[in-house]
């Protein structure tokens, strides 16, 4: 087994509880902006985050929601001629207002993550990102949350269209794993969903969990670790699947569970 060079982090829901707080929230705005009486339900957003991407999620709600709700099948407003364009234009206001959004603060990360990045960092190791998310939506959240330099911790931060199949697909770890030069036994990712999960674990890594209220639910048998949260050594995390002995989450047991 190789040693462990890199961790690989999500972003949504794994960093931050950003799904409800910030995309939600941004995605109303944007369809209010734009003059559509959509307003999606935290319940209706769980059943929509099956599709990962914001644009694809907007196609998804057009194809497989609207008329259910609505009893009418979607036309689009008047001045508008191509579908396409609809969603892109709507996906660009939802991206203004997330990031407005978390340059007021609104999602704080969770327990453990500045605790494990600082340790990461002391120790030499390299850290990625790899996420479904638009990238000006992970600096925002990184630079309003640690400070603008954070960005730089970051060897890759591999985001949004970079890759043309967003998570399930592998493909956005892969390209992280490309760009810094490593094989996937010598990285370990952290994941919410389990769509990450089918991400990561196809892209060959081997994966932590940390659940949150829309996740806790989903199948993550291919993780190596499930937990509540990362932890703080005041604010023990709870270990929901895997062997790990400790109360919070640390470079160590990173090196543990990747050596196991
Ligand atoms: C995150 C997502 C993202 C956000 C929206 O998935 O699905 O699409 O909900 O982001 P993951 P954009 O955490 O698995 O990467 O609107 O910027 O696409
Ligand atoms: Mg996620």
Redesign the pocket.
Known sequence: MSQLEALIF?????LAD??RDG?LV??NMAFKEAGLDWDWSVELYGQL?A???????IRYYIRDFYNQERGENFSMPLEVTNVDEFIVAL?AA??RF?TQLMADGAVPLRPGVVRLFQEVRQAGLRMAI?????A??VTALLTHTLGADSVDWFEVIAA?DIVPA??PAPD?YTYAMEKMNLSADQCLAF???H??LL?SYSAGLKTVITVNDYTHDHDFTNAVLVVSDLGEPDQAMTVLAGDCDETYFSLATARHLHQA
């Not at 599709?51 to 999620?57: L, Q, W």
């Not at 790899?130 to 638009?134: C, G, I, K, Q, S």
């Open positions: 999500d972003v949504d829901g794994t950003t799904e995309h941004a995605f985050l599709v990962t991407g914001g644009k694809e999620r996906h939802k991206t997330y790899a996420t479904t998310t638009t000006e939506n949004g967003k998570k956005i994941e919410d969903s769509n990450g991400s």
